[in-house]
C-alpha cells in the first residue's frame, strides 16, 4: 500500500493528544466514531493512522498521521480535502508538514520546468535570477508597458505583472499582455537579452484558459498565478494541460490558512507544479522569519523525486540595503525579486534597475570567491 | 462610483491603527509606498480609502477600508484578491466583514434558487428540511446506495454524499451516483415523497464539470461542493452555467482561512451562488459559538438584493438530543443536518431515520404553537 502523511501541530496537552489525534485521524477521512467504522476495507485501507505524538517545541502536540493513498484518489482537490477538508474548521489544529511517498508524489505534475528549465529558458546559469513587478493597478496599458521596456533595458530577467492586474476595463489583458511582449522583443532586439514577461493570470477556469491561450499565442512563456485564490486544483489543471508554459506562483490568499507556509508553499505548490513560488522574505512587510524562509527554500529546491527542484522567489519587501544579505542568504538557485525598491528611485527608475541587475551580478562573483560552494 | 468596503480586525493597538489601516489600503490595491502613487485615476478609483476606525471589542482594532468596485473586474478571483489576496499573509489581519453595494452584488450570481426554490423543489413550505450524509468514504457504490435508499424511504428530505467521497476506485462517482438517484427514485415510488439525491462534486474544472453533466443527465437536481476545496471562482463559474442546479456549499477547507465564518460562509458563499450552505453548529465537534452561527445565519437569510436568500445547514455534530434546540435556535428556514447521530444507531439505524424526519415535524408544530412567527 502506499501512504502520505500529514503532521499536524495541536493546540492541546500531552495528556489529551492521543485522543484528539485519533479523532482528527477520523476527522479527516470517515467522519464517524470508530465504533461505528465496522468494513474492514474502509478500516484498512481508508482509515487515517495515528503515527506519532511529540511535543511541540512551540508548545502543544505534534501528531503525525498516514493516510492511504486510495483515500485521495490520485486528485488535488480529494488530497486538500483529505489533508485538511474539516479539520480546518477546528482552531486547535494546524497543518504542519506533509510527505509523500514517492510513487503518490508521481501522481502529481510537479514543476514541468524547475530550476534547470527557467535556466535554459533565460539562458542564465552563474548567478540567481532578477525579477520585478509592473504597478500600479489602476495604469493603462501603455504604461504599463513603457515600464515593461524599462526593465527589459535594465536586463532584468523576469518581468511580472503585479498580480493585482486582473482583466480591467482599463487595463485590458490582452492589449496589456500584447504591448508588454512588444516591450520585452523590442528590448532584446537592441541589447541582445531576452527578458521574459510574464503576465497574471486570473479569473475563472474557462477565463484562466482562454488568458492562457491568448498570451500563449503571442509568445509569452511564462505566466505568473496565484493558486489560493483561482484554486489549487485549477492551478494543478492548468500545469498538466500547458506543460510547455513556466508557472510562477503567487502566495496571495495563503497566508492565512492555517497551514504552515513550508508545506503550503515549499510543498504543495511545488507538488502541483510550480517551477518558481513568490514568498515573503523575512524581514520585509510580512511575517516570517529566516527559519521559515530558509525550510521553504529547501523544500522547492532539495530532492523529491520524481519532482523537479523549483525556485524560491523571495520577495515581499525586498529592500535595495538588503539585497547583499538577500543573495547569501539563498545561494545561486533564486530568484530575487526587487518590486517597490526599483519604483521608489522615482524618476532614476531607470538606474535603479541596471544598478539592481548589475549587483547581482557583481555580489554574486564576490560571493563565489568566498564561498566557492555559493 | 461604486464601492465594496471591508472590514479587518487588526491586532494592533489604538496609535498604530491609522497607519497600519492605510498600509494595508495600499497593500490591497496598488502595492507601493503612498508617495510612489501619482496617477490621479489610480488615486481616486483604485487606492484603497480607510473610512473607519474603531476599537474591537475583543481587542485591537477595526478598520473598514473602501475599495473602489472597479478594481475587482467583476470577477471573484479579483474580489478575493483585493479583500484578502497579501494581507492574508499578515498574521495582525483577520478579514472581517464585507459589503457591497447593490449594483456590485448584482454582478455576481447569488443564489439561483435559494430557499424558496428549494422548498418548492422539495414541496415542503412549513418547516425546516432534513438533510443526512452518506458515509464513511470507503464503501462501495451498492452500499451507498442500500444507505441512500434506507434515508429516502425514512423521508429524509436531502441526501448528500459526505464530502470526502470522490471519484475513488472502489466507489466511482458514475456508478455511485446512478445507483443512488435509482434508489431515491424507487423509494419516492414506493413512498408517494421524493427525496432529493445530492452527490458530492469534487476535482479539477474540468472533472466537476464532467461530474455535473452526468449527474443532471441522471436526475439529479441538486449537488454538494466545497468552495474552498475547489476554488471559489470555479465554484461561480459553475453555478453561473449550471443555473438549473441547486448548489450545497460544503465548509471543508473554509475555516482556516482566517476569514470571519460569517464573512466567508455566511457572505461570500452567498454572494457567489450557494442555495444552502453547511457549516458547524455551536457546541458540536467545531469550534463556532451560538452568536457566530446566528449571525451566519442572518447573513444568509437576510434581505441582500438583487440576491435571494440562502439556506443556512447547521451540521457538524448535531446530536440526537440537541435537535429540539436547534430546531428552535434556527427556526423554519433552515435544513437540519444529522449525519451521525443516525449512524449511531447502529442497526437501527432505519427506525432512528424515521424519527429524525417525524421529530422534525413534531416539534415544528409544537414550536408554531409556541410562537406563531416561527
New interface residues.
Partial sequence: MEYLWATYRLRVSEKEAKQRAR?LAL?Q?????DP??Q?P??RG???GHVEALEPDPEGGVRARIRYAA????A????L???L???S?????VE?WDVELSESVRGLFPGPQHGIAGLRALLQVWDRPLTCT?L?????GPE?IAELCRLFAEAGIDLIKD???L?????CPFAERVRRCQEAVEEAARRTGRRSQYAPNL??????LEAQLGLARSLGVQVVLI?P???????F??LVRRFPDMVFLAH?????????APEALLGRLFRLLGADAVIF?HAGG???YDEATCTRIAERLRGPWPPLRPAFPVPA?GLHWERLEAALRFYGRHAILLM??AL??A?PRIRERSRAFVENVQRLTIRSMRDDPTF
Fill in positions: 479523532t476527522e477521512t470517515v467522519e464517524l466514531p461505528l467504522v468494513d476495507f474502509v485501507h481508508i482509515m486510495s483515500a485521495i484518489a486528485n488535488p482537490a480529494q486538500l480535502n483529505v485538511f477538508g474539516n480546518s474548521l477546528q482552531p486547535d497543518l513587478a504597478k500600479p493597478m489602476g495604469l504604461a503585479d498580480h493585482g486582473a482583466d480591467h476595463p482599463f486570473i479569473g475563472r477556469p474557462e477565463e496565484a489560493m485564490l483561482v484554486g489549487l486544483p485549477v494543478e489543471s502566495p496571495a490568499l495563503g497566508g492565512a490558512a492555517r497551514i515573503p512587510r510580512f511575517a515581499g518590486g517597490s519604483y521608489e522615482g
